[in-house]
């Protein structure tokens, strides 16, 4: 069974930064393409970025610059770090697996999302 598990959400002034992280089971993780993607309040579903199995790192423009994936294999984890965050962040943020995201976003597996919350 393919588990993903979501912390290091929370409530974060703007201009600060948050560390997401999703730990991974009941999948061969190294050849996975992971991805995170948010929905925020009263909107839909919306691609953030992504990481292929050669670490190429992928990102929707509105987080260009502000947000890097990662992943460490050894530990079937994968991580958002997110700086300079915006009132308009704020969302819930699912890890997710093979996802295609042209022209929607469909996913083969969800985690059960974590909350950010970028306020003053």
């Known amino acids: 069974e393919v588990q993903l598990v979501e912390s290091g959400g929370g409530l974060v002034q703007p201009g600060g930064s948050l560390r997401l992280s999703c730990a991974a089971s009941?999948?061969?993780?190294?050849?996975?393409?992971m991805s995170w993607v948010r929905q925020a309040p009263g909107k839909g579903l919306e691609w953030v970025s992504g990481i292929d199995s050669d670490s190429l790192t992928y990102y929707a423009d509105s987080v260009k610059g502000r947000f890097t994936i990662s992943r460490d294999n050894a530990k079937n984890t994968v991580y958002l770090q997110m700086n300079s965050l915006k009132p308009e962040d704020t969302a819930v943020y699912y890890c997710?697996?093979?996802?295609?995201?042209?022209?929607?976003?469909?996913?083969?597996?969800w985690g059960q999302g974590t909350q950010v919350t970028v306020s003053s």
């Open positions: 009941g999948l061969t993780f190294s050849t996975s393409v």
């Open positions: 997710a697996v093979d996802c295609i995201v042209v022209p929607g976003t469909s996913c083969d597996y």
